[in-house]
């Protein structure tokens, strides 16, 4: 049968009209389009009933409370806690990471022990319990105890354990708390600082981080939201001043520039005005303090610090001015400040009348120890463990024959970290209880998994600077992984089997006995409730004025560049290194791939002869690292700043050989009349790689 | 082309004066709305994120620099350029609340929103979602998980929308009167600083109705007309001059 045109195109015609009315060809589409929607190794939801339970978070630093949504009995959200002191209704970049935490890829799931080979071998915990008896037996009289939690009643129990078995050696990670307590025990003070940020109507942070990473963050945060209703002005002032233009600055209504290390001088430099313009204060040193303030002039602040003499008069000024101010001084990254520069901060808030008064300084109560021979906060405070390490390092201390580990990761967070592990390497057993296959785990014998702030009950007591004492639980809201032991029963117990006597049985009495210590009713606190109470320590301070002349002065640093840190609390910290979630963070000039971008001003940029994305090589005596140049104005001039939390060589694929780690750069120095160890003053020198 | 009018109308104002960048929003973001973890996140083409905050400089030189944060989440535009452009409505304005949706199942991965949108507010999976093994155990049940090959958007946690309005029907009230802060997003939650205010801007009783009205209130590319939701807050000029393309001479509100 032949076609001709008009048959051919009245065949096309009725395909083509078949085609739109069948309603196959767009079933199959939309098959098609869910089908290749549908693939099987993508995830499903999961539902179930949700509830929410408060608690506080372990995992970020700045305690900061949460409520936890469960759906059936998985955590799958951490929310903010409006009735938490710690929260007030806003959450931590970290801590808002931890449900998703609780599965990360670097989670250690069962007792590692290290191999003849150097490999990590899972082995049983009978073998485990059987292993750490035998050493720390063996070991008995030369353990040290190293702790990365310094809110929780577990340095009790571990302190306890170095005291008893031990050579005495029990150490906190370095944090901001120990030079502040060092500076207050210098100036004749009891108990704890704590600053009262939420009443203070201007607020002058003096290298300490206060809207990142000093303190109880997020309670700083919440007073900051209080006072600065949208688009109006702020009816309080916050002021910083530091070397970077950090998540502070960016927050503060002034960034006064100064260079690191240089707090002090700048605080001084305030006191001098103060007492120019009729500040006093009621210590018996006061003229010593005063003929010491004479000589920080202006002119003579502004050349050390960098700073411009006509910023300085006019934060003296408004402090003057203002009815509550209040001035904090600490690290911009954190940890390496010197006790001077807290004692100078105190200082200038005694010239302001500001001790122990709504929205000033208060020193508040610090309970008892509940465990037999456990050393008290103030005795904790004063061990200065990278001072230990550097003096096995000098061969002035004996390494001692066993270290015991709590979520602690030194061989990544301490000053010269390449350093500090070597000297870890002296020791001849290691163990650390982790949650984290951490660069310490890496390099301990016997590896713990302890469960994390969610799985477990823990406390809280007063972080540092809170302006209020403090107590609370963190309460465990997830089921704990099978082959995963709460550390605080664990180490009661072997504290038993190595014949300490610790006067408690378990860790829940450990508690409960700290909770009465602190006035807080345990009921209460197991339903989630906080315990805050305005008592303060009577205060009669003196400027310890002698001790602060030699304290704070600056010393020349290496090479014609500074190093300065920056702390972002979202890229998380040594114990937990980059959340999955939060890699996403960092910007995109601070990390490429695997290369690490350092930021320095155009004005670095010139005299280095350097632009944007060249590589560099910063180095001094104590480390080397490469980088790439970004360039970002927020920087005062002759200072780099690196990103910290990189570097890692432990941990997952999400924090794994990222960048590189910015402590190997901080060489320890130790503070002159205090003796503490300090590394807040970086030297480099930088070329062009 | 006339914007859509809605009686309820969802959006946000937010105070750049008081962002420090921190970056809570952008995790709390991620973990409400499922979106999967990435290896390399310095990969900005590759990574997905509904919400992004970015860093804006006065340009000037040290000392007088000057920076400050943004968070963008999408717009949701009055007039939105991306609902115009998609060949298979995966993507409206239609419903009360004037949220853009983005319905992924009908999405074939054509990419013209993202053309489309001036805010680069839209995200393409290139990649599979991979959650390290046993985290998908955090996922929440509200939000489905999107495949490769399609396009994603902030949705204004709209899931919190309908179980607010679902609340409200419960207790025999209007599903369209809800009270201030009875429906905020997760990032507004979050955010610790308080930076974000979320609600309906067409409800006087709202915070964010005044607040889109403040001399110091303006949106990202005003110019182009997209009417959008999101309303930004700033004492600084040099802020508010950064949010549209304005010449040296031109004035900016407020």
Redesign the interface.
């Known amino acids: 049968m032949a076609v001709d045109r008009r048959g051919f195109l009245k065949f096309v015609a009725g395909v083509s009209a078949g085609v739109m009315v069948t309603p196959i060809p767009w079933k199959l589409l939309d098959d098609a389009?869910?089908w290749?929607?549908?693939?099987p190794?993508?995830?499903?939801?999961?539902?179930?009933a949700t509830s929410y339970v408060s608690t506080v978070s372990k995992l970020c630093p700045s305690c900061v409370g949460m409520k936890v949504?469960l759906?059936g009995d998985?955590?799958?959200?951490?929310?903010?806690d409006e009735n938490h002191p710690l929260s007030k209704?806003?959450?931590?970049?970290l801590a808002?990471?931890e449900?998703?935490m609780?599965?990360?890829?670097a989670r250690v799931k069962r007792p590692l022990k290290r191999a003849a080979d150097g490999a990590y071998v899972a082995i049983s915990w009978e073998e485990a319990d059987a292993l750490l008896a035998e050493k720390l037996g063996a070991a008995k009289g030369s353990i040290a105890c190293v702790s990365g939690d310094e809110t929780g009643s577990i340095n009790e129990v571990l302190s306890s354990l170095a005291v008893q078995a031990g050579s005495g050696n029990f150490y906190l990670m370095p944090t901001e708390a120990q030079p502040a307590a060092k500076a207050l025990a210098a100036m004749g003070g009891k108990g704890q600082l704590g600053y009262d940020i939420e009443n203070s109507d201007y607020v002058l942070a003096i290298g300490a981080n206060v809207?990142?990473t000093w303190g109880p963050?997020?309670s700083t945060?919440?007073a900051?939201?209080?006072a600065?209703p949208?688009?109006e002005?702020p009816a309080v002032q916050f002021v910083f001043a530091g070397p970077v233009?950090n998540?502070?600055?960016?927050?503060a209504d002034q960034w006064v520039?100064i260079k690191a290390g240089t707090e002090g001088v700048f605080a001084l430099g305030i006191a001098h005005l103060l007492i120019k313009a009729g500040a006093t204060a009621d210590a018996a040193d006061f003229s010593a303090f005063k003929s010491l303030a004479e000589a920080y002039t202006p002119a003579k602040v502004a050349e050390i610090t960098g700073t411009?003499a006509d910023q300085l008069k006019a934060v003296a000024a408004a402090l003057l001015k203002a009815r509550t101010p209040l001035v904090v001084c600490g690290s911009d990254f954190g940890q390496g400040t010197g006790a001077g520069t807290v004692m100078a901060g105190i200082a200038v808030n005694m010239l302001l009348g500001g001790l122990n008064r709504k929205g000033g300084l208060k020193l508040l109560p610090v309970a008892e120890p509940v465990v037999s021979s456990a050393m008290s906060r103030a005795e904790m405070m004063d061990k200065d463990f990278v001072s230990y390490m550097s003096r096995i390092n000098a061969g002035k201390e004996k390494a001692p024959k066993a270290m015991v580990f709590y979520e602690a990761n030194p061989a990544y967070a301490l000053p010269q970290a390449t350093k500090m592990s070597e000297v870890l390497g002296q020791v001849s057993f290691k163990v650390t209880f982790t949650t984290f296959l951490d660069e310490t785990a890496m390099l301990c014998d016997l590896v713990l998994p302890v469960p994390m702030g969610l799985e477990r009950l823990d406390d809280v007591a007063t972080p540092y600077g809170y302006g209020q004492a403090l107590y609370c639980l963190a309460r465990p809201v997830a089921p704990m992984p099978a082959s995963v032991k709460p550390a605080g029963d664990y180490i009661v117990a072997l504290a038993g089997k190595l014949g300490c006597s610790l006067g408690v049985s378990s860790w829940e009495e450990v508690l409960q006995a700290k909770a009465k210590a602190m006035d807080a009713d345990w009921d209460s606190l197991m339903d989630g409730n906080v315990f805050t109470s305005d008592a303060t320590v009577s205060a009669n301070l003196s400027f310890a004025a002698d001790l602060l002349a030699k304290s704070v002065n600056v010393k020349a640093q290496e090479g014609n560049f500074a190093v300065a840190p920056v702390f972002?609390?979202?890229i998380g910290t040594a114990k937990t290194a980059i959340?999955?979630?939060?890699?996403?963070?960092?910007?995109?000039w601070e990390?490429?791939?695997n290369e690490l971008y350092v930021a320095m001003?155009?004005?670095t940029a010139r005299k280095l002869g350097v632009m944007m994305h060249d590589k560099i090589v910063i180095s001094n005596k104590s480390g080397s690292i490469n980088a790439r140049v970004n360039i970002?104005?927020?920087?005062?001039?002759d200072t780099i700043t690196v990103l910290m939390g990189l570097g890692h060589t432990a941990f997952?694929?999400?924090s794994k050989g990222k960048g590189e780690n910015v402590m190997q750069l901080l060489t320890v120095g130790f503070e002159a009349g205090t003796g503490l160890s300090v590394w807040n003053m970086a030297g480099v020198t930088i070329s062009k790689a | 082309m006339q914007a859509k009018e809605f009686k309820v109308k969802w959006g946000m104002?937010i105070?750049i004066?008081?962002?420090?960048?921190?970056?809570?929003c952008?995790?709390?973001c991620?973990?409400?709305n499922?979106?999967s973890?990435?290896?390399?996140?310095?990969?900005?083409i590759k990574?997905m994120?509904w919400l992004v905050v970015y860093?804006l400089?006065n340009?000037?030189?040290?000392?007088e620099?000057?920076?400050?944060?943004l968070p963008r989440p999408c717009q949701q535009c009055g007039t939105p350029p991306c609902v115009s452009v998609c060949p298979v409505i995966a993507t409206d304005k239609n419903e009360e609340g004037g949220i853009v949706s983005q319905i992924?199942?009908?999405c074939?991965g054509c990419r013209y929103c993202m053309a489309a949108c001036p805010y680069h507010a839209r995200y393409f999976n290139w990649l599979?979602?991979v959650?390290?093994?046993?985290?998908?155990?955090?996922?929440?049940?509200?939000?489905?998980?999107?495949?490769r090959?399609?396009v994603e958007k902030c949705s204004f946690c709209h899931h919190r929308f309908m179980m607010a309005k679902d609340k409200a029907i419960v207790e025999g009230r209007d599903p369209e009167a809800l009270a201030d802060g009875e429906y905020v997003t997760s990032c507004t939650?979050?955010?610790?600083?308080?930076a974000i205010?979320f609600g309906d801007l067409n409800n006087p009783d709202h915070?964010v109705y005044e607040?889109a009205r403040?001399?110091?209130?303006s949106r990202l590319l005003e110019r182009l007309h997209a009417d959008t939701q999101v309303y930004y807050?700033?004492?600084r000029e040099w802020v508010r001059r950064q949010l549209d393309n304005y010449l040296d001479n031109e004035k900016v509100k407020g």
């Not at chain 1, 190794?41 to 179930?48: A, F, H, T």
């Not at chain 1, 609780?102 to 890829?105: A, C, D, I, N, V």
């Open positions: 389009s869910i290749t929607q549908n693939w190794w993508i995830p499903s939801n999961v539902d179930g949504r759906v998985r955590p799958v959200r951490i929310l903010p209704g806003g959450i931590s970049p808002v990471a449900a998703q609780l599965y990360s890829p809207l990142e963050v997020i945060r919440a900051y939201k209080a600065r949208h688009g002005d233009q998540s502070t600055a960016a927050g520039p411009n972002k609390l979202g959340p999955p979630y939060n890699n996403k963070l960092i910007r995109r990390l490429q791939g001003n155009g004005a970002f104005e927020g920087i005062m001039n997952d694929q999400f | 104002a105070d004066d008081k962002c420090t960048g921190c970056g809570a952008m995790v709390a991620q973990a409400e499922n979106l973890p990435i290896e390399d996140a310095s990969n900005k990574v994120n860093e400089s340009k000037k030189p040290f000392p620099h000057d920076v400050a944060y992924y199942p009908r074939i599979d979602p959650w390290p093994e046993g985290m998908e155990k955090a996922l929440t049940p509200d939000v489905s998980v999107r495949p090959g399609v939650e979050a955010c610790p600083n308080g205010v915070q607040l403040s001399k110091y209130a807050i700033s004492r």
